[in-house]
C-alpha cells in the first residue's frame, strides 16, 4: 500500500453474498424473497444448532420452516403474534449459546413472539439475507393484513412520481419515451458517482430481457433502471428500521435517528425539517417534510455524515500551553523533492510543506557563488537552489495555513562572511516576524503558540554568552555527513558516532538564535540537571529507537520541557519515512519527515494534524505533561490512570473504488477487500480485515463488524485501506487515516484519498462507528455466565508502596476511596448494561436507543401505555397501568436497579472525589522533598529510585480514579437526560410531567488543576 510493507497479509477466498442480478429496494423485494424462502440456522440454548428452511406462507400471515418433528401446522409463527425483530445476537439464548463467539454478530437476528416474548434465534448465510428478512418481517409487523394493498400503493409512491416527473421535463413532447443519451445523463446527474457505460449496459439488458431493441427509453424503463442502479440497499434497510411507515422518514423519524444514532444534541423538529429541505430532491418531499430513501441517501453522503468531527476542522486545543507540550508537523530537509543523495532540490519542496501545515522546515546552507549562500545536503551530488529565494518563500507562505510559530532548522556550514550575507536575507525579509528576544532565565518552560503567534524561530547554533567577539567556534552539526559515510561504508556500527567538527559561528548570526539553541544530547540524567529549556537535541533516528525502547519512562519526562527532534536514518538514502508514532509515544515533538514521499508513515503524519485546525501543532495526552505522571510508552497493557475505550467499527459498504492505478492485468475488473488498522501505542496496535467482494468495485457490501480496545485513546489512529484482492500482489486502491478523538460516531461515509493524498471522486466507504467505555462494552458473556465482575472478584487500581513510612500512611487512606469509587462506576455500568441486555440491545447501544426500542413493548392492544414514566422526578420512576406481563414486569424491576446505581452514584461521587483529591494534595506536599525523606529513611541508590517511580505511579493512579469518577458522573447525568427525553419522543411520558427539567450538572466535581479533559461520550 504505497510503503512496501513486507506485511504477510492473509490470503483468505470467499464469494460475495448477493447474486449481482437482483438489488433489494424496496418492501417487496424483501417479501418476495421471503416467500421464497432461504436457509438458516436455528439456534437453541445448550449449544445446538438446526438447519431448516424458513419461508413466508404466500398469504403473509405466517412463518413457517421445515423438516420439523412438529407437524406442519405448529412448525410456524403467526405474523400476528410477533412483537419485534432484533437484530444481532441479543437474546438469552444467543448470549448463553457456547458457540456464540463463533457466529457473526451482523448474520444474526432473532424474532420475539407470543405472550410470553418467547425468542426463534437465527442466523442467515450472511448479512445481506438477514437484512432481508428483518426489514420484510418489520414492514409485515407494521401493515399485518394491509401489506399487500401497501405494496400495491407505493408503486405509485412518492419517489416514483418524482423519477417519472424528471421522465416528463426530458420528454417535452409528450412522445412518451426518451433517446438513451438524454436518460443516461439524467441518471449521471442524479449519481455522479455511476459510470456512463454501467447505466447503458442496464438500459441493454432490460431491452434485450423485454425483446425490444432501438435507442429509445420508455418511461416505465427509466423508472426501473433508476429504482435499480440509485437505490442503496444498506441504506433502504436502515430507512425501513427508523421509519413509521416504512417508506420515508417523517420530521419525528429523523430525529429519532439524528438522537438515538448519529448522537446530535439539542435536535428538533426546525432542525429536521431543514435537513429535509436541503437534501429531499421531491418537491413532494420538501412540501410534506417527508425525507424519501432519495434524500436520506444525499443526506447520508454529505459532508455533514463524514466520520471526521467537523470541531477538529478548526483550532480546538489549548493554545496556551508550553511549546514542548505539543506535537509539531515537522519536514525533513524540505528542499528535496526526490531521494537525499542525486535527487533535485527545489523551492516546491518549502511551498508543499508550508501549505499542507508543516511547522518546522529545514535549511541546510553552503558557501555559494557570487558570494550568495545556497541549499543543499552537503556532501551529496543534489541539485542546489539560492538562499535568499528559499527566504522569501517562506516569508511568502510561513502563515499560509497556520498563524501559528514556524521553526527554521538551520544546518548552517557557511564561512563567516556569507553567514553575514545570510543575517541581511533574513532580517531584510522576515523583519520583525523574527523571534529573538532572550529567553526569560526565571522562567521554566518554554512560551506558549498563542504567544508566538505569527513569530518565525531559528533553531541553529548559538556562541557561549562568556564570548566577546564577533565570532566564535561551535561543534558541527552535519546530517550529510552521515549520509556520505554511510553510503562511503554501510557497516559502520553507530550512526552518531561521527567525530564532532567545530567551526566558526558570527555574532549576529548567533543571535538570531533565541529559544531553539542547538546542543548536542549526552544523557537523560545530565540533561535533567544541566539543560536549560531553550536547548534543543537533535535524535538521529536510530539512537531515538534506542531511547525509545531502552529508557520509555526517562524520554517521556525528558520531553515534558525540552524539545526533541528527531531526524531520518542516514540509511534513509531513497528518502523513506520512519514510523512517526514509536517517537510521539514517547513525546517527541519535532519528528521530521520526507514530506515528498507518500505512503502508510506520510498518511499517519498529515492524519495525525488534520485535528486542531491542521494548525500544525497537536496538544500532547495529560499524562505526558503532567510534571508527576508515570507512563512508560511501552506498555503492553492499559495505562494507568486512563480509561481504556472499546472501539467498534461495522463495515457496511463501499461506493465507486477506482481501478488500481497500473493494474492492467484484470481489466476493469476490482475484488475489494478493506483492512481496518489502529496506530498508536504498541498495546493499541491492531488490524483487521473484510472478506473480499468478487467482481465489484462500484457496490461492494461488506458487512462486517470488529472491535478494538484502545488503551490510549489520546494517542491512537484509525486507517482504513481498500485494496484489490490480487494473486500476484494485492493493488492499493485508497486509504483514510483518522485520530481516534476526531471520530463521529453513527452511520458515517469515509472518503477516501488516493497514494499521494488527493481526495478519489465519489469513492467512500459506508462504516457504523460506535465507543463504549470497557466496562459498559466488551463481550458481557461467555458460555451463559455473565463475566461482569461481582464485588468478590473486582479488580481495584492498586497504590505501590515506597517503604517510606509517612508518605505510605497518605497513599493507605486513599485505598477506601478508590474502592468506593469503582464500585459506583461499575454498580452503574453493569445495571446499565443488564437493561440494555433485558431491552433486546448490546452494550453498544445507548439509553435512547433502548428507551425506544422497549417502548412498542409497553403498549397495550389498543394502544394505551401499560407503563409510564414519571418525568416530575429528578430520577424518573415507572408506573405501571394495571395488570403487565411477567416479561414487563422484569424490565420494569431491572429500570429500578439500574436508577438506584444513577442515583448511588450521582448522590456520593462529589464526596469521595473530594476524599480522593484530598489525599492527591496531601502526598504531593512530600513531592518536592522525596529524595531527602527517603535518604533519612535509609533507602540507598535503586531503592531510592524505585520509591520516586512508585510515588509517581500512586499519583497518576489518584489523578485516573478521580478524572474516571468525574466522567462516570457526568456519563450518568446524560443517561437521565436520554431517558427524559426519549420517554417524551415515544410518548412514554406520564401526562403532565414533559416539561419537567432535565437535571442539570451540579457545579461540583472540579477539574484537577493541570488536567483539562473532554466529556466522555455514551
Not at 490 to 497: D, F, I, L, M, V
Not at 546 to 563: I, Q, W
Not at 566 to 590: A, E, H, L, Y
Not at 632 to 641: E, L, R
Request: glycine share 6%; proline share 4%.
Amino acid at each position: 500500500d504505497g510503503t512496501k510493507q513486507k506485511r504477510e497479509r492473509k490470503k483468505t477466498v470467499s464469494f460475495s453474498s448477493m447474486p449481482t442480478e437482483k438489488k433489494i429496494s424496496s418492501a417487496s423485494d424483501c417479501i418476495n424473497s421471503m416467500v421464497e424462502g432461504s436457509e438458516l440456522k436455528k439456534v437453541r440454548s445448550n449449544s445446538r444448532i438446526y438447519h431448516r428452511y424458513f419461508l413466508l406462507d404466500a398469504d403473509m400471515q405466517s412463518l413457517r420452516w421445515e423438516p420439523s418433528k412438529k407437524d406442519s401446522e405448529k412448525a410456524k409463527i403467526d405474523i400476528k403474534s410477533i412483537k419485534e425483530v432484533r437484530t444481532g445476537k441479543n437474546t438469552d439464548i444467543f448470549r448463553s449459546n457456547g458457540i456464540s463467539d463463533q457466529i457473526s454478530e451482523d448474520c444474526a437476528f432473532s424474532v420475539i413472539y407470543g405472550e410470553n416474548y418467547e425468542s426463534l434465534d437465527l442466523v442467515a448465510n450472511s448479512a445481506d439475507v438477514a437484512n432481508i428478512w428483518v426489514t420484510g418481517l418489520r414492514y409485515l409487523i407494521s401493515y399485518g393484513k394491509h401489506t399487500l394493498d401497501m405494496l400495491e400503493s407505493s408503486q405509485d409512491n412518492m419517489r416514483t412520481s418524482w423519477v417519472s416527473q424528471m421522465f416528463s421535463e426530458i420528454d417535452v413532447d409528450n412522445l412518451g419515451h426518451i433517446t438513451l443519451c438524454n436518460a443516461v445523463q439524467c441518471i449521471r446527474n442524479l449519481n455522479p458517482g455511476l459510470k456512463t457505460s454501467k447505466i447503458e449496459l442496464k438500459f441493454k439488458e432490460l431491452h434485450k430481457s423485454k425483446d425490444t431493441a432501438g435507442t429509445e427509453v420508455t418511461r416505465e424503463e427509466f423508472v426501473e433502471v433508476f429504482h435499480e442502479l440509485c437505490t442503496r440497499p444498506e441504506i433502504y434497510f436502515l430507512l425501513v428500521q427508523f421509519s413509521s411507515n416504512k417508506e420515508f422518514l417523517d420530521t419525528k423519524d429523523l430525529m429519532m435517528f439524528l438522537e438515538a444514532e448519529q448522537g446530535v444534541a439539542h435536535i428538533n423538529e426546525e432542525i429536521s425539517l431543514e435537513i429535509i429541505h436541503k437534501y429531499e430532491p421531491s418537491k413532494e418531499g420538501q412540501e410534506k417534510g417527508w425525507l424519501s430513501i432519495d434524500g436520506f441517501t444525499n443526506y447520508l453522503m454529505s459532508p455533514d455524515c463524514y466520520i471526521f468531527d467537523p470541531e477538529h476542522k478548526k483550532v480546538c486545543q489549548d493554545m496556551k500551553q508550553p511549546l514542548s507540550h505539543y506535537f509539531i508537523n515537522s519536514s525533513h530537509n524540505t528542499y528535496l523533492i526526490e531521494d537525499q543523495f542525486r535527487g533535485p532540490s527545489d523551492i516546491t519542496g518549502y511551498i508543499r510543506a508550508l501549505k499542507m501545515g508543516c511547522r518546522s522546515v529545514e535549511l541546510d546552507v553552503w558557501d555559494g557563488p557570487d558570494n550568495e549562500p545556497v541549499i543543499y545536503t552537503g556532501h551529496t551530488m543534489t541539485s542546489q537552489i539560492v538562499f535568499r529565494s528559499v527566504i522569501d518563500i517562506i516569508n511568502k507562505y510561513a502563515f499560509f495555513a497556520s498563524e501559528y510559530p514556524l521553526i527554521l532548522c538551520l544546518e548552517n556550514h557557511c564561512s563567516i562572511k556569507q553567514q553575514k550575507v545570510m543575517v541581511q536575507h533574513m532580517k531584510k525579509i522576515l523583519g520583525d516576524k523574527l523571534y529573538t528576544t532572550s529567553p526569560n532565565v526565571e522562567e521554566t518552560y518554554l512560551p506558549s503558540p498563542d504567544v508566538l503567534k505569527g513569530k518565525i524561530l531559528i533553531k541553529a547554533k548559538k556562541l557561549s554568552s562568556s564570548c566577546s567577539g564577533m565570532e566564535g567556534d561551535v561543534t558541527d552539526e552535519d546530517e550529510g555527513a552521515e549520509m556520505s559515510q554511510r553510503m562511503g561504508k554501510e557497516n559502520a556500527e553507530q550512526p552518531n558516532s561521527v567525530p564532532a567538527k567545530r567551526f566558526q559561528l558570527c555574532k549576529e548570526l548567533s543571535e538570531l538564535v533565541s529559544i531553539c539553541k542547538s546542543v548536542q544530547f549526552k544523557e537523560f540524567q545530565v540533561s535533567f540537571q544541566v539543560q536549560k529549556y531553550w536547548e534543543v537535541c537533535s535524535f538521529n533516528e536510530v539512537l531515538a529507537s534506542k531511547y525509545a525502547n531502552e529508557n520509555p519512562g526517562d524520554f517521556v519526562n525528558y520531553n515534558k520541557r525540552f524539545l526533541a527532534r528527531v531526524f531520518p536514518s542516514p540509511m534513509r538514502i531513497d528518502s523513506s519515512n520512519m514510523n512517526p508514532q514509536d517517537f510521539w509515544k514517547c513525546g517527541c515533538q519535532i519528528v521530521a519527515m520526507n514530506f515528498q514521499t507518500p505512503g502508510l508513515m506520510m498518511d499517519l503524519n498529515i492524519g495525525w494534524f488534520s485535528q486542531n485546525g491542521n494548525c500544525g501543532y497537536v496538544l500532547r495526552p495529560a499524562i505526558m505533561r503532567e510534571e508527576v505522571s508515570f507512563f512508560s510508552a511501552n506498555t503492553k497493557d492499559s495505562v494507568p490512570g486512563v480509561s481504556p475505550q472499546l472501539l467498534h467499527i461495522k463495515i457496511i459498504s463501499g461506493q465507486n473504488f477506482p481501478k488500481p492505478k497500473g493494474s492492467g492485468a484484470k481489466g476493469d475488473v476490482v475484488d475489494p477487500y478493506v483492512y481496518v488498522e489502529i496506530h498508536g501505542i504498541p498495546a493499541d496496535c491492531a488490524e483487521q480485515r473484510t472478506k473480499t467482494v468478487h467482481q465489484n468495485g462500484d457496490t461492494p457490501i461488506f458487512d462486517e463488524s470488529f472491535e478494538f480496545q484502545i488503551n490510549l485513546p489520546e494517542l491512537a489512529m484509525v486507517r482504513f485501506v481498500v485494496l484489490d484482492d490480487d494473486y500476484i500482489g494485492d493493488e492499493f486502491i485508497g486509504q483514510y487515516t483518522i485520530p481516534f478523538e476526531c471520530l463521529q460516531t453513527g452511520y458515517r461515509h469515509v472518503p477516501l484519498q488516493s497514494l499521494t493524498g488527493e481526495v478519489l471522486a465519489h469513492a467512500s466507504l459506508f462504516v457504523h462507528v460506535a465507543i463504549t467505555n470497557r466496562r459498559g462494552g466488551g463481550k458481557p458473556h461467555k458460555r451463559g455466565l455473565s463475566v461482569r465482575k461481582g464485588k468478590k472478584s473486582r479488580e481495584y487500581a492498586s497504590l505501590r508502596t515506597l517503604w517510606i513510612k509517612t508518605v505510605d500512611e497518605v497513599f493507605k487512606n486513599a485505598q477506601p476511596p478508590i474502592r468506593d469509587a469503582t464500585d459506583l462506576r461499575e454498580n452503574m455500568q453493569n445495571a446499565v448494561v443488564s437493561f440494555k441486555e433485558l431491552c433486546g440491545l448490546s452494550s453498544v447501544a445507548n439509553l435512547m436507543q433502548c428507551m425506544v426500542a422497549v417502548s412498542p413493548r409497553f403498549l397495550g392492544p389498543d394502544n394505551t401505555p401499560l407503563v409510564v414514566l414519571n418525568l416530575n422526578e429528578q430520577y424518573p420512576t415507572m408506573e405501571l397501568q394495571g395488570i403487565v406481563p411477567e416479561v414487563l414486569k422484569k424490565i420494569v424491576t431491572t429500570y429500578d436497579t439500574m436508577m438506584q446505581s444513577l442515583k448511588a452514584l450521582l448522590e456520593n461521587a462529589d464526596a469521595v472525589y473530594e476524599k480522593i483529591v484530598h489525599c492527591q494534595k496531601a502526598a504531593m506536599e512530600f513531592h518536592e522533598h522525596l529524595h531527602s525523606i527517603g535518604t533519612r529513611e535509609g533507602l540507598k541508590e535503586r531503592k531510592l529510585q524505585k520509591a520516586v517511580e512508585s510515588f509517581t505511579w500512586n499519583i497518576t493512579i489518584l489523578k485516573g480514579q478521580a478524572d474516571l469518577l468525574k466522567y462516570a458522573k457526568n456519563e450518568t447525568l446524560e443517561n437521565l437526560k436520554q431517558i427524559h427525553f426519549a420517554a417524551v419522543s415515544c410518548g412514554l411520558n406520564k401526562p403532565g410531567t414533559e416539561n419537567a427539567d432535565v437535571q442539570k450538572p451540579r457545579r461540583s466535581l472540579e477539574v484537577i488543576p493541570e488536567k483539562a479533559s473532554d466529556e466522555p461520550g455514551e
